[in-house]
């Protein structure tokens, strides 16, 4: 959707009118990502992070796609063919560190994007689509890191492959059949790695396609803001093609100068060493721990160590809860039911937010640790804490707590009152 | 004429029961359907192992050198294998063990071959996620039960291999074996 007030793309060269009546994707991208669409005046910088994990995304196909150019998908060789990348592929260190930092960076970006949802309410009605999309785009992501963790054939990547693929193991009657299924074999082997190879080529485009779905289901009501408020007149809202584009541009550069310093200065600091050991399938390492990423929900994987009301195994129990850990942000849009969007105005719900956060950097921490005491019980109390959150805490305070007062409209709270708003709009 | 238009056989359409364009779009349809389930098919078992990763062989094992208290790893279908000669003591252990406390119920007797007590064989790998547990090799840790431990998650195995304590759900898993002679075991 567009507000009435925004500018309509109007071709001036003769070569555009042609192409706008045979094909009008100047039109399309005008209105979506140009100074067609009409923005909301107050963003701050948390609304970055969505033109940045786009970014990311583009690195990582671009990198990916000529990375693919030198790498054998077969277990004899994949190992030597990613050292082959390092050593002798021109500019070859610079692309391998650059996609698995990419990695990173593009985890370290959506989950900025991911937290600013939380805190500003941006899963709520209207754009609880957008949210649900979201949540998939970032399912997603996890698949298709994975898997690309795997590619190297490393002794992490194949104890990763054999861990990850051994949680579906956890079903129950059909467990043990589909794990042979996804694998291919009994472990993880030549099958395993190159339908890994194919599928983690594959799965960068889904999730482009899920982000047009995403951007698509954004504009029907058009971004949120932090107040929460809607948009009510042309004096709420920008275009964001000069100023949000010129703004996402300053963040970029931010963005890429924190990049570049690990790809050129600490190219392993967020990797295993023993990932340039090769997969030996005879020798499992001391200490297996996933990409740092996958740390929080690793932490609530292994919290389960008893069997669960005598009935459910505590594998399965594990496994659930790690699921539901993310599933549950599906149902957020419904168990938030406070009609006030952002945390800004919800004195209450701040609070737990932030406790939230500590209690997901408290299982990262965990998940990142041996499996030992107290390592163990922390994350086990921290576990029980993100579910209560979820669903104790949002629903009750939603409907306990008293707002403060809201502005009256984004320009408001941006000039401090609306007659200034009428004034600036005369003027 | 208020019927589907784009027929000339008008006299069907007014007639009762099942309408000529009916049929076709009901054939058509599953028809369509069919095929489709018939071509998904292939792409799904396509994922299952191939028919060279089943037929790995049995493997024959030579474990005349373990010792008493040792263990060894041999392979079979590309996974570790625990070979195991258990102390008086350790099978005196798994015995007095009252078998319904345990997650997986077994006997050591149940886990192992008649006259072949003392050897415990079974799979290396955690029936977690699959790690390979410690307490095989020489000097490696064997957990609170003087078994297996695993590492990865913590799952603690007794000196019949049985889980006592962790998130494993089962036993380390007996393989299909046979003792060939006295120092030869075929698994598979």
């Known amino acids: 959707m567009s507000f009435p007030w925004a500018k309509t793309y109007t071709p001036k060269h003769p070569f555009m009118v042609w192409m706008d009546e045979k094909l009008p994707l100047p039109r399309l991208v005008y209105n979506a990502v140009g100074g067609g669409y009409e923005v909301p005046r107050n963003l701050n910088y948390f609304w970055n992070f969505g033109f940045l994990a786009g970014l990311c995304l583009v690195i990582q196909i671009v990198s990916g796609i000529v990375l693919a150019m030198h790498y054998g998908g077969d277990t004899r060789v994949a190992f030597n063919s990613t050292e082959h990348i390092m050593r002798d592929v021109n500019y070859g260190w610079m692309l391998r560190y650059g996609h698995a930092n990419g990695a990173s960076a593009f985890f370290v970006v959506v989950y900025a994007h991911i937290f600013r949802g939380f805190y500003y309410g941006s899963y709520k009605a209207p754009r609880e689509m957008v949210w649900l999309l979201g949540v998939v785009i970032f399912l997603l992501m996890m698949a298709t890191a994975f898997m690309g963790y795997v590619l190297p054939w490393g002794q992490m990547s194949y104890w990763g492959a054999q861990v990850i693929t051994g949680l579906f193991s956890a079903i129950p009657l059909v467990g043990d059949a589909l794990h042979t299924w996804l694998l291919g074999g009994f472990a993880p082997d030549n099958a395993t790695l190159n339908r890994f190879f194919s599928l983690h080529y594959l799965l960068p485009f889904v999730i482009l396609g899920v982000i047009i779905l995403h951007i698509w289901a954004l504009h029907i009501p058009g971004s949120s803001n932090p107040t929460g408020v809607e948009v009510k007149s042309e004096s709420d809202t920008v275009p964001f093609y000069p100023y949000f584009v010129a703004k996402d541009g300053w963040t970029i550069g931010l963005f890429l100068i924190i990049y570049s310093l690990f790809v050129f200065f600490m190219p392993n600091a967020l990797g295993h060493p023993d990932n340039y050991i090769p997969a030996n399938p005879m020798q499992t390492p001391a200490h297996i721990v996933p990409e740092w990423y996958f740390w929080p929900f690793y932490a609530i994987l292994r919290s389960f160590t008893q069997d669960w009301l005598w009935i459910v195994p505590a594998k399965l129990m594990g496994v659930l809860a790690m699921f539901a850990a993310i599933l549950v942000w599906f149902f957020l849009p419904w168990l938030d039911r406070s009609p006030v969007r952002s945390g800004s105005y919800r004195p209450l719900y701040r609070k737990f937010f932030w406790v939230l956060v500590f209690d997901v950097l408290v299982l990262g921490y965990c998940g990142g640790s041996p499996a030992e005491q107290p390592y163990v019980m922390i994350a086990q109390i921290a576990s029980i804490y993100y579910f209560l959150h979820f669903f104790v805490i949002v629903p009750v305070v939603s409907s306990i707590e008293r707002p403060d007062p809201l502005p009256f409209s984004i320009t408001e709270s941006v000039l401090g009152h609306e007659s200034a708003a009428v004034a600036e709009a005369q003027a | ?188």
């Open chain 2, 1 to 188: 004429m208020a019927h589907d238009a784009g027929t000339d056989t008008p006299t069907v359409i007014d007639g009762e029961g099942v309408r000529r364009r009916d049929f076709i779009n009901i054939a058509a349809v599953s028809a369509a359907g069919v095929g489709g389930l018939t071509v998904l098919y292939p792409l799904i078992s396509q994922m299952a192992p191939s028919a060279d990763v089943l037929a790995e062989s049995s493997t024959q094992v030579d474990f005349a050198q373990v010792q008493p208290g040792q263990a060894m790893k041999a392979v079979f279908r590309k996974q570790p294998v625990f070979i195991r000669n258990l102390t008086p003591k350790e099978i005196q252990e798994a015995e007095a063990v009252d078998v319904s406390t345990l997650r997986d119920p077994q006997t050591l007797k149940e886990r192992t071959k008649p006259g072949h007590e003392n050897w415990l064989i079974t799979m290396g790998v955690c029936t977690h996620l699959g790690c390979i547990p410690l307490g095989a090799g020489e000097g490696e840790v064997r957990g609170e039960f003087g078994g297996y431990f695993c590492p990865c998650h913590g799952s603690q195995y007794d000196t019949a291999a049985r889980i006592r304590k962790g998130p494993a759900p089962k036993n380390l898993e007996v393989p299909p074996y046979e003792f060939t002679s006295d120092t030869v075991v075929k698994i598979g």
